[in-house]
Structure formats: structure tokens, C-alpha cells
């Protein structure tokens, strides 16, 4: 993984970047959608276990001392506030999102520094297998293609009291992540489910991990406004 940093306004900017591809949203971002990266940042910035039920960190590891507008991002760090991000869209809250990552961030470090090595840039088209041996494959219409695809699989607890054991463990109540390389792995996943579990969250983040990658790369300095 490059060690290459970015600062806060080039972490929004291509965050908002990802997040409007097809939306018809406006290019210039809106202040609500700042707000809710730093949110996530002052909840990640809580290391006393009152709020959060998971120590560590979501968005930063701890050789990265700056904060506020000063702050320094990798592409992982970014990435895992895309990651953030579509678990809020998906209904979670900003507590449960940053608990699930600090919990897994190890995991899923591993899968972004596969897919930044392995999997080629994001793309409407298609990829032959034959250009990417490392990666599942499928076949359509007569061509192996290469699948490149990776899903988070998870799930949030809310009827707490039906499930005794967990109620008084917040963190609990999240679903450790697991991951499928591939619709195929995917697939057989959900066939190995038991009949009692009826729901699940599936977020695929290939896709995401590399639209991040790509705009850093082209991520304009912007300069954040110091309140008086």
C-alpha cells in the first residue's frame, strides 16, 4: 500500500466524488455531506469507551497524530469512510458504522491491499480472466471474466431483546463482517446460512476501493475556511 497522504479536503473531495457517480447530484459538495465526515471523525476520535464499545481506531491509525483540517489520510483511511459512508446510507448508525470498522479494520486492510494490488482500475466494461489469473472468474456468453467483485456481508441486531445474550454487549449487536471474492463465493454464503437467519447487509466495496484510488490520485488541495 503507498504511503502516500492526503488531507482532509482531498479526502472529501474524492469522497464526494465516489458518491455522486450516478446520483445527478451537484458537483460542488454539499455542507451536509461534510458534516457527516466529520461526524464520523469526532466519533472515531473518542477513545474513552463511553460512546464507543470498540477501542482503536476506525479512520487512522495511531501513527497519525494530526486533527481537524491538518489531518492526514491514507487511501485506506478514505477508503474506510467510503465504507462508512455506504453503511449509513444503508440505515446504520454513525456509532454502529465506526464500531463495525474499528472491529474489523485488521480484515478489512487486507482485503483493500488485495484489491489495490490485484484488481484492475474500475470500469463499466468488462475484464478477461486471462488478464487477471489471481481473480474468480465466471463465464458469459462463451468468456471466462474475470469477477471483480468483492462484498462485506453483515448484519445489525435491533431487536435486542430477543436475543438476551447479546443485549447488554453493544458491539455484539453487529454482525462481524465476512467477505466474498466473487458473486460464486457470494453465493455459496448465502446457501450455507442457517434457515434462522432471515436478513442480511451486502456492501460491495471493489468497486469503491479503486474510484478511490483514482480520484486521490487527481485530488485538487483545497483550502478549508478557518472560523474566526
Known amino acids: 500500500m503507498s504511503n502516500i497522504t492526503y488531507r482532509r479536503g482531498q479526502a472529501e473531495w474524492a469522497l464526494w466524488q465516489v458518491f455522486r457517480l450516478g446520483s445527478g447530484a451537484r ?9 457527516r465526515i466529520k461526524k464520523l ?13 470498540i477501542a482503536g481506531r476506525a ?29 449509513l446510507d444503508a440505515g446504520f448508525q454513525q456509532i454502529d ?13 487486507a482485503e483493500f491491499n488485495r484489491i489495490s494490488a490485484l484488481y484492475p482500475a474500475s470500469t ?24 471483480t467483485k468483492v462484498y462485506l456481508i453483515t448484519r ?16 455484539a449487536l453487529i454482525k462481524e463482517p465476512a467477505f466474498a471474492r466473487g458473486r460464486e463465493a457470494l ?15 451486502v456492501v460491495e466495496f471493489a468497486h469503491t476501493a479503486k474510484l478511490i484510488e483514482g480520484f486521490l490520485a487527481r485530488a485538487p488541495i483545497v483550502n478549508r475556511a478557518r472560523k474566526s
Open 41 to 53: 471523525l469526532d466519533l472515531d476520535r473518542d477513545q474513552s469507551g463511553v460512546k464507543l464499545a
Open 97 to 109: 458504522a465506526v464500531n463495525l470498522i474499528r472491529g474489523a479494520r485488521d480484515k478489512i486492510q
Open 124 to 147: 463499466r466494461g468488462r475484464h478477461l480472466a486471462k488478464h487477471h489469473p489471481r481473480l474468480p472468474a465466471f463465464v458469459e456468453r462463451g468468456a471466462r471474466i474475470a469477477d
Open 27 to 35: 458537483e460542488t459538495m454539499p455542507p451536509a455531506f461534510s458534516a
Open 156 to 171: 445489525k441486531f435491533e431487536l435486542a431483546e430477543t436475543r438476551p445474550l447479546l443485549a447488554k454487549q453493544r458491539d
Open 187 to 201: 453465493q455459496q454464503h448465502m446457501m450455507s446460512l442457517s434457515p434462522f437467519s432471515r436478513s442480511l447487509l
Open 59 to 87: 479512520f487512522s491509525d495511531a501513527d497519525k497524530r494530526r486533527s481537524g483540517r491538518d489531518a492526514e489520510f491514507d487511501s485506506f483511511d478514505v477508503f474506510c469512510l467510503a465504507l462508512a459512508l455506504d453503511l
